[in-house]
């Protein structure tokens, strides 16, 4: 018994001057992963003294030609892997490169025309995509100006009455009871993907940043805090975008990592954190997609993903039999883009499963708290692809340009009943306040029901979300 105890007291003792010696002795730097650079991920942190960025490379002969012998043999390496990536390309079509920008700056000329000279002013300071998303956001807050015309005073009043009607009204479990135990633990596995996608900043808002780099030589690293986070081999961590990149507009960060417990290579997705995603968000104008109604914004960074991220991924899964998963998850707005580009994905799941060699190969999205997205008819195409976990009265995930636009209406309706009946009345009298509800009760669902509505709203991809209390 005595010697057990000494070895137990040694192990503490020796546990404990390890973490003394990690403390001020950092550790050597972890290196990158040599599989991913030749698969062609980019690999890039703001904190990292590698900046190679082949996403960003032009796809023209010239640039074909610049990789000259004094470019770092990991670029070089990189650049080849795209180049044979390109029949994956064309055998599943991924699209137009442009379509983002090119699509926004044909849908909001009308913004150009009516504003010309802060219209140019801006286009020499920033960059086409920029410019285009500069309008789209002008064009929403002239939509949602119009008619709006009140007083700080009356419109606060008008919040303090549409609360208390929302307040009113029952919240009945709107979602079905989970009984499959291996979705829940998936969906638990998952989230932290998703969550570490924000990097060490992220962790260190949550509290959690300093267990995870105690003893680190480079503890603002976003690649650290994640191979540390999820406990990754440094080689599994195949790639990540962490830097401001050459017309970042629609392009959240993120980074793919291999799960090998799962036998899955994931794709996670930033959400909101930097001003080009806040503004990616507000660039929430409808845009018609495969018969349904979508954020334009969100459709525009997973069309980005899609034609400059998923060829990779696809040929990486070429060349690793033993994967048999492709998980894409996000929060927030990583979470939306997330649903969408599943979409894109899924409609090529044939070719996928032949590329893979496997036709039981599984494409899956785990969504945590994403935003508005998709219109619900959309949403139920895919349904078998996409959960999403939305806490019970998360606005985010019922916020959307109509759902705004429908505010705006049921707040000038409810300063025009308080107005008729007097605002001190309906918030003393009971039966004001009765008559109050009731106007506001029919114009809800007047907006809810018609079928001509200028503001239909889309939602996140509801037939299989499930709601948290």
């Known amino acids: 018994m005595d010697s057990i105890s000494s070895a137990k007291s040694s192990i503490r003792s020796t546990r404990g001057f390890e973490w003394f010696h990690s403390l001020v002795s950092p550790s050597k730097k972890l290196p990158n992963s040599s599989s991913g650079r030749r698969y062609g991920f980019s690999q890039n942190d703001s904190e990292d003294n590698h900046r190679f960025n082949p996403d960003g490379e032009t796809s023209s002969a010239d640039d074909d030609s610049s990789m000259s012998a004094s470019k770092p043999v990991t670029d070089r390496l990189a650049h080849g892997a795209k180049k044979r990536a390109q029949h994956i390309i064309d055998s599943v079509n991924f699209g137009d490169?442009?379509?983002?920008?090119?699509?926004?700056?044909?849908?909001f000329d009308?913004?150009?025309?009516?504003?010309?000279?802060?219209?140019?002013?801006?286009?020499?300071?920033?960059?086409?995509?920029?410019?285009?998303?500069?309008?789209?956001?002008?064009?929403?807050?002239?939509?949602?100006?119009?008619?709006?015309?009140?007083?700080?005073?009356?419109?606060?009043?008008?919040?303090?009455?549409?609360?208390?009607?929302?307040?009113?009204?029952?919240?009945?479990?709107?979602?079905?009871?989970?009984?499959?135990?291996?979705?829940i633990d998936n969906a638990c596995h998952y989230f932290a993907f998703a969550l570490v996608a924000y990097g060490w900043r992220g962790l260190c808002y949550l509290g959690a940043y300093g267990q995870y780099v105690r003893g680190a030589r480079d503890r603002r690293s976003n690649r650290l805090a994640i191979i540390r986070y999820l406990r990754l081999h440094p080689e599994d961590l195949l790639g990540y975008e962490y830097v401001i990149r050459k017309g970042a507009s629609f392009q959240p960060s993120y980074y793919i990592a291999r799960d090998r417990s799962h036998k899955a290579i994931v794709l996670s997705i930033r959400g909101t954190w930097s001003l080009y995603d806040a503004i990616t968000d507000l660039v929430c104008e409808y845009m018609p997609w495969k018969g349904g109604l979508v954020h334009s914004g969100m459709l525009a960074a997973a069309q980005w993903f899609y034609t400059n991220i998923i060829p990779q991924i696809f040929r990486y899964i070429h060349h690793h039999s033993d994967i048999q998963k492709f998980i894409i998850t996000g929060h927030s707005l990583g979470g939306g883009t997330a649903s969408l580009l599943t979409m894109m994905v899924a409609d090529h799941i044939d070719e996928l499963r032949v590329l893979a060699n496997n036709p039981s190969f599984s494409l899956h999205c785990f969504n945590y708290a994403p935003a508005a997205v998709s219109s619900p008819d959309l949403g139920k195409r895919y349904e078998e692809y996409i959960h999403s976990f939305i806490c019970q009265d998360d606005v985010v995930g019922r916020l959307s340009y109509g759902t705004a636009m429908k505010l705006k209406e049921l707040v000038l309706d409810s300063i025009s009943a308080y107005n008729t009946l007097g605002w001190r009345t309906v918030m003393t009298d009971n039966t004001a306040k009765k008559v109050f509800f009731d106007i506001l009760n029919k114009r809800r669902d007047y907006l809810n029901n018609i079928t001509d509505s200028t503001y239909p709203s889309v939602s996140f991809i509801e037939p299989m979300s499930f709601s948290f209390y």
């Open 110 to 183: 009308d913004v150009a025309l009516s504003h010309p000279i802060v219209d140019k002013l801006i286009g020499f300071v920033v960059s086409k995509q920029t410019q285009a998303m500069v309008r789209a956001i002008i064009k929403t807050a002239n939509s949602f100006g119009q008619g709006f015309r009140v007083t700080g005073a009356k419109l606060f009043k008008s919040f303090l009455l549409v609360q208390k009607f929302y307040e009113s009204i029952p919240k009945p479990v709107s979602t079905k009871a989970i009984h499959d135990i291996d979705l």
């Open 97 to 107: 490169r442009s379509f983002a920008s090119q699509w926004m700056e044909d849908s």
